[in-house]
């Protein structure tokens, strides 16, 4: 990775988005869009439903193709690398709604995020994970069926962190969660933040994603209308008229 220069501070750019273009068939979600993520840093996108947040991380993890435009993971242009060499190059996708193997143990679907690791100690990494969500320990021999909401959603997590990823993207964690259990999450997710994951984070939960990430892009029908650092966005009029109701 390539670093860039900023004054006199080194800059370690871990994505780069360049004028990015994607949709499904002839239909464009997403139009020139262009933002950057360094190194250790948390980044939230923020909208509303509909604005094109989940098909852009569709697109970077190459669930779908873009229409137009430039990914670069450290220094590197992924824009044509198929999914599995976008796992293998160390990003890892946490999707909306879980996606997990409902009639396989915990141990299993956490083993199946450990394929790009082959050649490690599975168990290691299983610690590690464990460390962070001891619940999934005690629920390990459990079908991921049989677990509630909360305990789902950090399985989905513990499983992308099993491939060890460089760089993280959760879609909408707290999606379906009461209060306690977000607050649950976000603790959790806290713990990798401290450790310098580099994470970008998709939610609708407006409050969240600002006290959590360092900075966030606004999303609106497509098109980033807004960038800044959080607490910035949090005190802007725009997104107090049209996010908080306030």
Not at 88 to 113: C, R, S
Not at 174 to 181: N, T, Y
């Amino acid at each position: 990775m390539k670093p860039t220069w900023e004054g006199e501070v080194i800059v370690n750019q871990v994505l780069q988005v360049k004028d990015l273009s994607s949709g499904y068939g002839k239909v464009t979600v997403l139009r020139d869009i262009n933002f950057q993520i360094e190194e250790n840093e948390v980044v939230a996108i923020i909208g509303s439903n509909g604005a094109g947040k989940t098909t852009l991380l569709k697109t970077i993890s190459k669930l779908i193709s873009p229409f137009a435009g430039e990914i670069n993971f450290e220094g590197q242009n992924i824009t044509k690398f198929p999914p599995h060499l976008i796992s293998q190059a160390g990003i890892a996708h946490v999707p909306e709604g879980g996606k997990l193997f409902p009639n396989m143990t915990v141990y299993e679907n956490l083993l199946m995020g450990t394929y790009r690791n082959r050649k490690k100690i599975k168990k290691d990494i299983l610690d590690e994970i464990y460390e962070i969500f001891p619940i999934l320990k005690k629920r390990e021999k459990q079908l991921a069926k049989t677990l509630s909401g909360g305990e789902k959603q950090m399985l989905t997590i513990g499983r992308s962190l099993a491939s060890q990823p460089k760089f993280l993207m959760l879609d909408e964690p707290s999606q379906g969660l009461a209060p306690k259990l977000v607050d649950n999450i976000y603790q959790k997710l806290s713990i990798l933040k401290k450790k310098g994951l580099t994470m970008l984070l998709i939610e609708q939960n407006i409050v969240y994603a600002l006290q959590f990430a360092e900075r966030a892009y606004v999303l609106e029908n497509g098109k980033i209308v807004m960038e800044g650092n959080s607490k910035e966005l949090l005190n802007s009029e725009h997104v107090k008229k049209h996010y908080l109701g306030i």
